[in-house]
């Protein structure tokens, strides 16, 4: 059985980084482990319809692709030389961002536009809060039995970085009482994208890619085990996911019953997160509800070609009570590539609410808006971090969630 080596602790600076664009891995520790046979996964039969109890959201294939690993070139000195001079011919007139969070380890950062080629390149920008969590959930992330998918050199691909300069334009918004748009065919003008809102909301839009083998079933899985302990959770953005609590609507033992569907281990759930957008500590709760909430129902995802759809209300991380804001997140399958993406949309600062006794609601979006509180809680700064910490950990879980769900779905919790 082949071996590799899965570096455990690395270098968080731009200057720690090896010929290859890869983040050295300490002397101090690292670990060697068995690379495991990658079984054929076969997902459970589920009937069709439009209600969440059980729905298998389209079709997954029988037998996944092997994975296209993104490659730089080996020959340090004279890539490096390439790259610097390429950088110095296409370098924009306008003044960038003093915290440029991605560098490319092979060619230009973005692709002409109709283009399908992309590179994942590595994330070099870790403020010095996010390292401190790396540390922490490194420690707390060894003694456990997955601790080999924890993966401190995190990537985003190169299309994301452009979005990242700069905010969308007015026309790239995507209102959420028209989130029905997203059943449509193809793909939005601007998929990856933020921006600040007049009354001092936030909107992201991030587009990112699950490749051939992962599945509808495993994302479905992924949203209630990533909440049974807080070190999985860590799994997803290591140096950003602080803890996790299923805060309510689910027991453990609900948790831990396989004759349980897992879309009915979340839905439904509210999960406590707290995690860094930027350096910033945050908590929030997340409401995991029903799609068609938003216009989308099971059934008409389903003929769009989505395989998996987690939608939710974001709330406050002290009262429950106060919604703050609404994301969906839903997976297609490109019949051209057989590839699974995964579309994004955030909505902060959207139809704040309080709710009442008896299911009444108190609408605060005027008050919020009129008081600031709307851009002091989000504006452009929330709708920036936010875009970078969407596109790392979705891009960091479609790296290893195959493998762990292959693992960890049979036999194990």
């Known amino acids: 059985m082949a071996s590799r080596r899965f570096p455990l602790v690395g270098t968080m600076s731009s200057t720690g980084t090896n010929g290859s664009g890869g983040v050295k891995p300490s002397p101090i520790l690292t670990a060697t482990v068995a690379k495991p046979m990658t079984p054929k996964v076969v997902e459970p039969e589920m009937p069709l319809g439009t209600g969440p109890d059980g729905i298998r959201l389209g079709s997954a294939s029988d037998e996944p692709a092997a994975p296209t690993d993104a490659t730089t070139n080996t020959d340090a000195t004279t890539k490096e030389k390439q790259e610097q001079e390429q950088k110095e011919t296409n370098a924009p007139t306008a003044s960038r961002s003093s915290d440029a969070t991605t560098t490319s380890t092979t060619a230009a950062a973005t692709p002409a536009k109709g283009r399908q080629s992309v590179q994942l390149v590595p994330l070099t920008y870790y403020p010095l809060e996010t390292q401190a969590t790396l540390n922490r959930n490194l420690r707390r992330v060894l003694s456990k039995p997955y601790a080999k998918y924890f993966h401190p050199a995190l990537h985003i691909y190169s299309d994301a970085t452009e979005a990242i300069r700069s905010p969308m334009p ?32 936030a909107y992201v839009a991030s587009r990112t890619r699950f490749g051939r083998e992962t599945t509808g079933d495993m994302v479905r899985w992924w949203f209630w085990w990533h909440s049974l302990e807080s070190e999985r959770y860590a799994l997803w953005f290591p140096h950003c996911h602080v803890r996790v609590v299923v805060a309510s609507g689910a027991e453990r033992g609900l948790l831990e019953d396989r004759t349980v569907p897992h879309v009915r281990k979340w839905l439904g759930v ?121 596109q790392t950990e979705f891009t960091n879980l479609a790296s290893f969630l195959p493998e762990l769900y292959a693992e960890w779905n049979a036999g194990k919790l």
């Open 270 to 390: 509210t999960h406590r997160v707290t995690e860094h957008i930027g350096a910033k500590e945050v908590s929030v709760h997340l409401r995991f509800v029903d799609p068609a909430q938003y216009g989308l129902p099971w059934d008409k995802l389903q003929g769009a070609g989505y395989e998996a759809a987690v939608c939710a209300e974001v709330r406050d991380g002290w009262e429950p009570r106060l919604k703050i804001g609404d994301f969906v997140h839903l997976w297609r399958r490109d019949p051209a590539t057989d590839e699974l993406e995964l579309r994004s949309r955030y909505w902060f600062g959207n139809e704040v609410s309080l709710d009442l006794p008896g299911g009444f609601k108190l609408p605060l979006d005027l008050p919020a808006r009129l008081l600031g509180i709307k851009k002091m809680r989000a504006g452009p700064s929330l709708a920036y971090e936010h875009f970078i910490h969407d």
């Open 170 to 201: 007015r026309s790239g918004y995507l209102p959420l009482k028209q989130a029905t748009k997203l059943l449509n065919h193809g793909h939005h003008e601007h998929e990856n994208g933020w921006m600040g809102l007049e009354d001092g909301g």
